[in-house]
Structure formats: C-alpha cells, structure tokens
C-alpha cells in the first residue's frame, strides 16, 4: 500500500515538472518563431534573408545615404582632373577663343567636370554599396521590383491630370515609409477624385 502511494505521489510530481518544463518553453518558442521571421531556408538548404517594408525602407535610405556622399569626392576628383588636365595646356594671353578669354574658358571647363563627377556620383555610390552588401543588395533590389509594382497598381490615372490638379509623386520616389506610402495612396485617390468630378461636369 504504501509503495503504490509513493508511486502515485512521483508520478504527479512528474507530470507537475512537465507541464512547467513545457509552459517555460512557450516563450522560447515564440522567440524563436519570431526570429526566423526575416531568414528562411530555400530547397537548396541554404538560409535567405527576407525583407520587411521597414526593412526596406530604411535600406533604401541608407544607400541614398551611400549615393549623397558619394557625389562629394567624386564631384572633387572631376574638378581636380580638369584643373590638372586644363592647367598643362598652354595659354596665351593674348589670343582668344570663340571671342572668350581662355583662362576664363579654362576655368569653367573645370567647373563643368567637377559639376559632372557630382552627376556620376550617385551612380558610383550605388555600386559602392552593392559591393560592400551584395546579399542585401539583391533583396533590396528584389523588394523595390515588387514596391514599383504596387505604385503602378496604385497611383492615379494622368488623364485626371490638369493645372488645377496635378498628378502626385508619379513614381513615388518621395516615399519612404509605410506612413508616407499611406499619405500617397491618399492623395491619389483625392487626385482620382477630383479628376472624375472635373471630367463629369464638363459632360
């Protein structure tokens, strides 16, 4: 008699210890879901990151970041190349070119080059950037694919367009937020609106 209750008395302990092993796990589980959130893995068994529209939009912003300070030392590598390449080129004084004064002419040649690595820059920053980050860089690139679809499903039609009325953000480039994604669907559909009630009242 007493052996049965000492077994009744560990078999309940037991289960006890298994339910708060178990309900200890929950929260683990759940962590571990919500980590795998931006990582899964492919049919190759390899794991890829997945992006988030927060996720996307910060990056965007980060290689815009990329492409602005880009434009800087390039826009200064372009000025000091015309300079270098303008200055070894002989000038006389006296003599002038297309009635304008050659050191003057010079001059805003450089300028023109330093104002064209400024133009290039961006473009360089952009390949800076895929190559410092090649595997978010192809997401990223993945993600606006998919973000430039949704402008085209949902921006408003140019034939609303008038001067009263212009079409805003076409391409959405101001866009770079969720909340600023919601702001221009907003004012598409004010556009869409405004736009039908024009073209109703001149029928």
């Not at 962590?31 to 939009?57: A, I, M, P, Y």
């Not at 990329?66 to 006296?94: D, H, I, K, Y």
């Not at 192809?138 to 606006?144: D, G």
């Amino acid at each position: 008699m007493y052996h049965t209750l000492t077994l009744g008395v560990l078999s309940q302990s037991r289960l006890r210890l298994s339910r708060a092993s178990l309900s200890q796990s929950k929260p683990f589980l759940r962590s571990s879901h919500l980590s795998t959130f931006r990582k899964t893995t492919n049919n190759n068994g390899t794991q890829v990151h997945l992006l988030n529209w927060d996720e996307f939009f910060r990056l965007r912003k980060q290689r815009l970041l990329w492409e602005r300070l880009a434009s800087l030392p390039c826009a200064m590598l372009g000025l000091g190349a015309g300079a270098a390449v303008f200055a070894t080129l002989p000038v006389n004084p006296q003599q002038t070119f297309m009635g304008l004064d050659p050191l003057l002419l010079f001059g805003g040649s450089s300028l023109f080059c330093g104002l064209l690595g400024f133009v290039i820059g961006p473009s360089v920053g952009r390949v800076w950037y895929r190559i410092a980050s090649r595997e978010m860089a192809k997401e990223l690139n993945k993600k606006e694919i998919e973000f430039f679809k949704h402008v085209k499903a949902n921006r408003s039609d140019p034939a609303f367009s008038s001067a009263s009325n212009p079409l805003p953000d076409f391409y959405g480039e101001k866009i770079n937020s969720l909340q600023a994604y919601r702001k221009w669907l907003r004012k598409q559909r004010n556009h869409e609106r405004k736009g039908t009630f024009r073209l109703g009242s001149k029928k």
